[in-house]
């Protein structure tokens, strides 16, 4: 496996966790690496909370997404983005704490698809959710917002 440049990893980071959509969320992209990913959320109720005082199924999806995303998006090519064509999950148990985390890692990187799992657990190591996302291999698909880059990996 190709180990991701920490320098590359660390502007990444930045960028994404600025993102619109991840401030949004409250949530944060932990470190990615070569197969893996970590990101959290922390849950504020007066906007992550449907009606019934629980975290909504969305936040949990959003996590798994971004999750699976991230593992296979450390072993991409460089130069290359990448988008959802897919996702599966399933809620194991209501979100009702303050954090989120959830834990990614990739199963497959080909050519044009790639495929990676995730679990979400609450602040006490509790598996709340696990999900699968398929993604596709955009070539030549730059990275928005985080400026001149160096290079991916080492």
């Known amino acids: ?14 960028a994404t966790n600025n993102c619109p959509y991840f401030r949004l969320q409250n949530m944060r992209l932990l470190n990615f690496d070569a197969g893996i990913s970590k990101l959290e959320i922390d849950i504020d109720p007066g ?9 909504h199924g969305g936040v949990v999806c959003s ?9 296979v998006y450390g072993q991409a ?10 996702l599966k999950l399933n809620y194991l148990a209501p979100a009702s704490g303050t ?11 080909g050519r044009t698809l790639g495929y990676g799992q995730a679990e979400v657990l609450d602040e006490n190591g509790k598996i709340l959710a696990a999900g699968a996302s ?13 400026g001149q880059l160096p290079p991916k990996f080492l």
């Not at 906007?47 to 975290?55: A, D, E, L, N, V």
């Open 99 to 109: 954090k989120l985390v959830a834990q990614g890692k990739m199963v497959k990187l």
């Open 47 to 55: 906007k992550h909370y449907q009606p019934f005082g629980i975290t």
């Open 63 to 71: 996590i798994i997404d971004a999750a699976a995303f991230w593992a």
């Open 77 to 86: 090519p460089e130069n290359v983005g990448m988008t959802s064509v897919d």
């Open 134 to 146: 398929t993604l596709m291999v955009i070539p030549e698909l730059p990275f928005k917002y985080a």
């Open 1 to 14: 496996m190709l180990k991701v440049n920490p320098e590359y990893m660390s502007k990444i980071m930045e």
